[in-house]
């Protein structure tokens, strides 16, 4: 439910607040006064489309924000959002600025969808253009199937996964039949590719590996020099017995340090390490001998490597940068291969899934059908007696059912939503043959009766009594105040038959101070909301009669 309603900067609205408490509440005022503005608030609440125009003038942004109560289910939910609740009852605001819009669900910023998608299941907004939406076949079938209840949405839902499924296997069906071509030139580039590859044999690393041993060769005389400067200065020439040597070095201290051990162990430590020195000084000088041992210049081992790394080459410049992005390609190239050659049998294959999808989608769509055809001969039983009392007691509606060319995500139907004002008159589509009175009630009535299977929800109506009048809009103000008796109603009205029968009652109001008109709202009660009442019947607020009028409408309009 819709605790609280704060306006600031909308439209001519500069700043307002109403508290809908439950039941019904209405919203009046006279023409211009911006009472439309509160409707306007709670659409943008809903996810609405920002207009930058509505930012009044002088102000910078405008801002509405709805305080609702919420069970602790929907509380859980919300926490998923990162939304926080306070005494179960959650803030959603709604910015709009000059060149962005921004929302907001219990102080967590939401993109719009999102915020829209929690509110949406909160209210249910009727304005003109909800009016205008009643005469398109689309929202006629959403009118149907939400009447139709539980029974039809779990039909729906496991025929629109099989819908889903059936329409990507159909996709990839007409992709390889009408592909054909493509996947012969595509195969024999594949193939021509693996074959470059095969014969060629490159192993992984193998480009590196070829690179350092080129280095190596090409340096080998830098290479046996440095060797030889290393094992001189480690081991000594044999042609140089005056340079000292890293081993005799070693040598000389431990032969020095030897004697003094015994007498002072202490330096058995010392003489230890130098021992180790010694070692690991001929482990690397054996080392070294062996490395320059081993270095011989192999020309032609260098020639088949630059016709190796040349053949590899060839190959990196086609399939990868290096020999294991080729090897890579080479692997998803085989997949390929296969998926392609399998193409026929993959072809048949889903020509017996879309079979089996249609025929199990055609049986689905008969259970649909039958579903609707039920809940539509309901519906519309239970609407033409709602405009019985609507002073529309020979109004015939019709909903027609006919089945669609092809079947689509919700079924095989066509739903038309025909109408008669008259007995005489053929029945045509709602759009084209109801006046916007005839719309009006018609809305209401259908509103009435689906509100028998939901509770709990908030519905707002923007001039629900627009081309109506008299004893017209008491019916309609009895059928809103029972509708109150399961939801929230909020109506902007400019009836007073109607607005005497809410529980709540608020008055738009403006002023002019000759350069910026301001609105505001007000709760009227007792004898104001009287006085109020009398103004709307066209009386003057002051006069015995008027003032006696609508005290008796008043006393009328409670249970």
């Known amino acids: ?20 408490g439950p039941g019904f509440t209405a919203v009046t005022g006279e023409t211009g006064a911006g009472k439309t503005m509160i409707v306007t608030g709670l659409a943008l609440l809903a996810g609405a489309k920002a207009d930058p125009r509505l930012v009044r003038n002088g102000a910078s942004r405008a801002l509405v924000e709805g305080r609702w109560q919420v069970d602790p289910q929907t509380a859980a939910q919300l926490a998923e959002l990162g939304a926080e609740t306070e005494d179960g009852e959650v803030l959603v605001s709604r910015q709009v600025g000059t060149t962005r819009s921004r ?46 209840g539980a029974a039809l949405a779990a039909e729906l839902d496991a025929y629109r996964t099989e819908y889903t499924a059936r329409k990507a296997a159909a996709t990839e069906l007409a992709e390889l039949t009408t592909q054909s071509q493509s996947r012969a030139r595509e195969l024999d580039l594949l193939r021509f590719g693996l074959d470059e590859i095969a014969k060629a044999d490159p192993q992984p690393g193998e480009d590196a590996a070829l690179a350092l041993e080129t280095v190596r060769l090409q340096a080998v005389d830098d290479l046996r020099l440095a060797a030889h400067g290393a094992l001189t200065a480690l081991a000594g020439d044999e042609d140089d017995y005056e340079t000292p040597d890293a081993l005799g070095l070693v040598g000389a201290a431990r032969k020095a340090l030897g004697p003094a051990v015994e007498k002072d162990p202490s330096l058995r430590p010392l003489a230890e390490e130098l021992e180790g020195a010694a070692a690991a000084l001929a482990d690397v000088a054996s080392g070294v001998a062996a490395y320059a041992a081993g270095l011989d210049a192999d020309p032609l081992r ?3 490597i630059a016709g190796r790394r040349a053949e590899l080459a060839h190959l990196t410049r086609k399939y990868g940068d290096t020999v294991d992005e080729v090897l890579d390609w080479a692997a998803e190239a085989v997949g390929r291969v296969t998926l392609l050659d399998a193409g026929d049998s993959r072809i048949e294959e889903l020509r017996t899934q879309v079979a089996a999808f249609d025929e199990r989608l055609l049986a689905r769509a008969a259970r649909i059908t039958a579903l609707r055809s039920a809940a539509a001969t309901q519906l519309a039983g239970l609407v033409a007696g709602e405009l019985v009392a609507l ?12 089945p669609a060319a092809e079947l689509g995500p919700n079924g095989g139907d066509q739903v038309n939503l025909l109408f008669s004002a008259n007995p005489g008159s053929t029945p045509g589509p709602l759009g084209k043959v109801a006046s916007g009175g005839e719309l009006s009630r018609v809305r209401l009535a259908l509103e009435v009766v689906l509100a028998t299977q939901a509770s709990g929800e908030t519905f707002v109506f923007d001039e629900v009594d627009a081309g109506v009048g008299g004893a017209v809009a008491l019916e309609i103000g009895r059928r809103l105040a029972r509708l109150s008796d399961r939801c929230q109603v909020i109506v902007v009205t400019h009836l007073a038959q109607v607005a005497v029968f809410a529980d709540r009652h608020y008055v738009v109001s403006k002023a002019d101070d000759g350069s910026v008109t301001t609105s505001g709202v007000r709760l009227v009660e007792d004898e104001e909301r009287v006085e109020v009442l009398a103004r709307m019947m066209g009386g003057l607020d002051s006069s015995d009669s008027a003032l006696a009028h609508a005290r008796e409408l008043l006393a009328s309009a409670r249970p």
């Open 1 to 20: 439910m819709l605790a609280e309603l704060r306006i600031a900067d909308l439209g001519v609205i500069g700043e307002a607040t109403i508290e809908p």
């Open 103 to 148: 929302m907001s669900v219990g102080g967590a910023q939401v993109p719009l969808g999102t915020g829209s998608a929690v509110v949406g299941e909160w209210a249910t907004i009727h304005g003109q253009s909800e009016q205008l939406r009643l005469g398109s076949p689309e929202r006629q079938l959403e009118v149907l199937d939400r009447y139709a």
């Open 302 to 304: 260098l020639e088949w």
């Open 391 to 402: 002073a529309m007691p020979r109004a015939r509606l019709t909903f027609e059912l006919t």
